[in-house]
C-alpha cells in the first residue's frame, strides 16, 4: 500500500477530516519507492516496485483519484529497486534476473536492456550475475548509472552506450552489495550485508 497522509509539509493533500487523502494499493510486497520530479505543481508521482516485476507509476492529484500505469513484462523475475536520473528523462530498475532495465520517463516506454538476463554465466564486463539490489543514476552526469548487486559488484554504466557496463569492481565486499550511491562525480559509497560501507575513487 502506497499512502500519502496528511502533515505540516503537505497541506494541499489534506482532508477536512485529516485522513490519507489517496490510498492506492499495491497488493504485492513492495521492495522500493521513489517520488519523481514533476512538471505539474500540484501532481505528485510516485514509483514504486516489487516481487510481481511490475513497475508502477502512480500519479496523485488533489480533488482526483489516483490513477496508476503499470509497465509490466520486462523483467523475470521480482524488481527490487529503481530510480530516476535528474534531467527527468530517464527511469531505471533492477532484478533478480540480472538485469537494468530503462525507461522513457513522460511515457514508461522501455528504451535500454542492461546487463545479459537469461545468460548462466555472465563476464564480469557485461553485468551482474546476480540479483540487482540497487541502482542510482549520478546526480551531476545523469547518462552515468551505479549499480550494486548480490554478486559482491558494483558497476558503472554509461547509458550513452549500447555495450557492456564502462567499470566493474568484483568482490567489492565480502558479502551481497546492498545499497549503493554516488558521492559527486568521482566517488561511489557501497554498503554491504558484511556490515561494512566503503567510499570508493572511481577515476
Known amino acids: 500500500m502506497i499512502e500519502i ?3 505540516h509539509d503537505l497541506d494541499s493533500f489534506k482532508s477536512p477530516s485529516h485522513k490519507p ?3 492506492p494499493y499495491a497488493f504485492i510486497l513492495q521492495y522500493d519507492v521513489k517520488v519523481l520530479p514533476s512538471n505539474k505543481s500540484e501532481a505528485v508521482v510516485i514509483m514504486s516496485v516489487g516481487a510481481d516485476a511490475v513497475l508502477n507509476l502512480w500519479t496523485l492529484e488533489p480533488g482526483q483519484n489516483p490513477s496508476v500505469h503499470a509497465i509490466k513484462d520486462q523483467h523475470d523475475g521480482p524488481i527490487y529497486t529503481c530510480a530516476f536520473d535528474s534531467r527527468g528523462l530517464l527511469l531505471a530498475t533492477g532484478s533478480s534476473d540480472t538485469t537494468i532495465r530503462l ?7 522501455p528504451v535500454s536492456l542492461l546487463g545479459t538476463m537469461g545468460v548462466e554465466i555472465t563476464s564480469p564486463e557485461l553485468g551482474h550475475s ?3 539490489a540497487c541502482v542510482e543514476f549520478f546526480k551531476s552526469q545523469p547518462h552515468m548509472i551505479l549499480s550494486a548487486g548480490w554478486d559482491s ?3 558503472i554504466w554509461d547509458t550513452r552506450l549500447n555495450q557492456g557496463c564502462v567499470m566493474t569492481t568484483e568482490n567489492a565486499h565480502s558479502e551481497i552489495v546492498s545499497c549503493c ?3 559527486g562525480d568521482y566517488w561511489a559509497v557501497t554498503g554491504s550485508s558484511d556490515s561494512t560501507v566503503k567510499v570508493w575513487d572511481i577515476r
Do not use: P, R
Request: proline share 0%; net charge negative.
Open 5 to 7: 497522509v496528511s502533515s
Open 103 to 109: 525507461y522513457d520517463a513522460e511515457t514508461g516506454t
Open 181 to 183: 550511491t554516488s558521492l
Open 21 to 23: 487523502c489517496f490510498t
Open 153 to 155: 559488484s558494483f558497476k
Open 130 to 132: 546476480s540479483t540487482v
